[in-house]
């Protein structure tokens, strides 16, 4: 079991206190915001059900990478990756810097439609906390979402510029010092954490195929490409604009798209919407495109 955050009670304490409303913890790579995030979880699940948004596409740990998603607990999980997602969205890439817009909307869709009021939410945020981009992915969250509170997790005041859209629109700010337990991730163990949460994903998938002529290929993103080609990521989307599985192209014919899918059902699906990845189904690695 993980140790608690040294500041695990001061966070509770004010997590509780809030008024309603979303709860982001917010702070570089490599702070600890995921397992402060289950560990407010778990706390609070063991007294009522409470939401957690995994909104970092990149090291997602609820929905697969390239994705957010939420879950809502009913008690305390004894697994956390083995967790299936209530809801999740494609972004189509593994950082939210492609588009600060898209991956500002998905967050504040996810972290409040459906979810009554009575209900506490937790964001576990993406690590882009500095530069132009990160100011402007920020605001956006700040104006769209309005969180009770934000848990910032920092070394001094480098979170400063993009803790400032959040207190103007009236959120409560709490900084902790990171845990000093975490361990530095690199480059290549967080590529490889993302393989095998891809591998995890698509374990036991099948092959469906999807009448070209009911659906739709969309974009994710604008720099996303719209075109179907092999290995390209897509997430299959029913009329509602919900987003059902995630899926790898393996086919394109005039007729029938062949698509490699957990999602044994297609019959809803209106629509392709391809990421900026493609990948290797059975070894869960990012491919050159």
């Not at 975490?182 to 994903?201: H, K, L, S």
């Not at 604008?222 to 997430?235: E, F, I, K, S």
């Not at 490699?260 to 990845?277: D, E, F, K, Y």
Request: charged share 25%; aromatic share 4%.
């Amino acid at each position: 079991m993980t140790a608690p955050h040294p500041d695990l009670d001061r966070v509770l304490s004010a997590v509780r206190a809030a008024r309603q409303g979303a709860v982001l913890v917010l702070g570089a790579v490599d702070t600890g915001k995921t397992a402060l995030v289950r560990q407010v979880a778990s706390a609070l699940a063991a007294r009522g059900p409470v939401w957690v948004v995994s909104a970092d596409p990149g090291q997602a740990w609820i929905g697969p990478p390239t994705t957010l998603a939420r879950v809502r607990l009913r008690r305390p999980p004894r697994r956390w990756l083995r967790l299936k997602p209530e809801r999740l969205a494609m972004f189509g890439s593994t950082s939210p810097a492609p588009c600060p817009a898209l991956a500002a909307e998905l967050l504040a869709r996810l972290a409040s439609e459906g979810i009554p009021a009575r209900e506490r939410v937790l964001v576990d945020t993406p690590g882009l906390v500095s530069g132009a981009l990160a100011v402007d992915l920020w605001r956006r969250v700040a104006k769209g979402l309005r969180p009770s509170l934000v848990v910032a997790i920092r070394r001094g005041r480098e979170l400063g510029p993009v803790l400032r859209p959040f207190r103007a629109v009236g959120s409560c700010v709490l900084s902790v010092a990171p845990d000093p337990r975490v361990c530095v991730r690199n480059r290549t163990v967080r590529t490889a954490y993302r393989a095998a949460a891809c591998r995890r994903y698509f374990r036991g998938a099948a092959r469906v195929s999807v009448d070209a002529a009911r659906v739709r290929v969309v974009a994710a993103m604008p720099r996303a490409p719209a075109a179907l080609d092999l290995d390209r990521l897509v997430a299959l989307r029913d009329a509602a604009g919900c987003d059902l599985a995630l899926g790898v192209v393996r086919s394109v014919g005039p007729r029938r798209i062949g698509v490699v899918t957990p999602l044994r059902r297609v019959a809803a699906v209106t629509a392709l919407v391809t990421g900026a990845i493609r990948l290797d189904v059975r070894t869960g690695e990012e491919m050159m495109p």
